[in-house]
């Protein structure tokens, strides 16, 4: 039986080279989380169904972590299809990176893309230095990264506190011994820097500034990032097709006021080229190897309904579009404030799913 990487069936993926990706897994797992394009047949229902499978194509199985689909592809094997198994399954594309880079002023911005979940991060630098913000738990990705432009990572910075992921921002900093900073707000049970007004990366003529603006609503500590006053990093207040959502603290009208205060205040004045770059994609949004997932703010402003609303209509909206939270997120949030004191690889099956921290506009 034949079997494959996460990572190869994503350049797989991405140069429309898989035909037919077949899940294994039960209907409500399946619901709950899957990848684009997907056709789901549970394993218990493939012998009687085999019909519904072209017999031209190549078959890729998959499960949630490469049991069920590898049992599927040796019984796909012989009744002589095409067929080879993901290894891994779900649980291992949960944690499939890529990474684009854009140049912006004088900063360089690396987004690197967990693929499977849809969270981004980014590794901004110039001048022999770089900040990581809201990195994952896969710290050497980010040193690797750093080491690979000539970089030393001076500052690790969190959009948020995060309830869909584990954050490894404290980790990273202390590995590196950077500056670790979060916006004052977040309840958290461990000392941090203040978030600064102003940060700079690297020494003239290479000087780049970012600015950190202050965006209460998706959480009280919500932080956006302008780079070289020309690309937003919105962490988890704008993406691409919708807002944060105001709803996991339980004030969800509070802070659906302090969502749209923070996006308009910090968003009207700036022109229409500027790049947005989320924290998160949905499964809506197409990303293409090598390029920077991002919109240009004006873009957003006549397609994105959100931005196009009154405060009220947009409270009266965003307060009430509840929907399903990110599995595990009480513990994610726990383990991100502090309050969990086990070993960071001990928590990582808390992350398993998709991402929820937004409402998206249809």
């Not at 980014?122 to 710290?139: A, E, F, H, N």
């Not at 921002?169 to 461990?190: I, K, Q």
């Not at 988890?236 to 308009?264: C, K, M, W």
Request: net charge negative.
């Amino acid at each position: 039986m034949r079997s494959i990487t996460v990572a190869d069936l994503l350049d797989r993926l991405d140069r429309d080279q898989v035909t037919y990706l077949l899940d294994v897994r039960t209907p409500e797992e399946f619901d709950a989380w899957h990848i684009r394009g997907a056709v789901n047949l549970p394993l218990q229902d493939l012998p009687h169904h085999l019909n519904r499978i072209p017999r031209t194509a190549e078959v890729f199985t998959i499960c949630a972590a490469g049991a069920r689909s590898a049992s599927a592809a040796q019984l796909l094997e012989q009744r002589f299809f095409d067929a080879t198994s993901v290894d891994g399954g779900m649980a291992a594309w949960a944690n499939v990176y890529d990474h684009a880079e854009v140049r912006v002023g004088r900063a360089t911005i690396i987004q690197v893309r967990r693929r499977g979940k849809g969270c981004f991060s980014y590794v901004i630098g110039t001048g022999g230095q770089c900040m990581v913000v809201d990195p994952s738990t896969d710290l050497e990705r980010y040193e690797h990264l750093a080491a690979s432009k000539g970089w030393t990572i001076t500052a690790v910075l969190d959009t948020h506190l995060h309830a869909d992921h584990l954050s490894g921002g404290r980790a990273l900093a202390s590995a590196v011994g950077a500056h670790y900073y979060l916006g004052d707000a977040e309840p958290v049970h461990f000392s941090h820097e203040a978030m600064p007004e102003r940060i700079t990366l690297g020494d003239a003529p290479y000087e780049a500034t970012i600015e950190p603006l202050r965006s209460p609503g998706h959480t009280m500590g919500s932080t956006m990032f302008l780079v070289e006053g020309a690309t937003l990093l919105t962490g988890d207040t704008l993406f691409l097709d919708g807002v944060g959502r105001p709803d996991l603290a339980e004030q969800a009208e509070e802070f659906a006021n302090n969502l749209y205060e923070s996006i308009h205040r910090h968003t009207d004045a700036l022109a229409d080229d500027v790049l947005v770059l989320p924290a998160h994609i949905s499964e809506a949004i197409e990303v293409e190897r090598g390029v920077v997932t991002g919109v240009p703010l004006g873009q957003l402003r006549w397609r994105l309904v959100p931005l196009t609303m009154e405060r009220a209509a947009f409270v009266a909206w965003a307060s009430s579009q509840a929907k399903d939270r990110p599995p595990n997120y009480q513990r994610i949030v726990e383990a991100n404030q502090g309050a969990v004191l086990a070993p960071l690889e001990e928590l990582i099956a808390l992350e398993v799913g998709p991402n929820r921290c937004a409402v998206t506009s249809a």
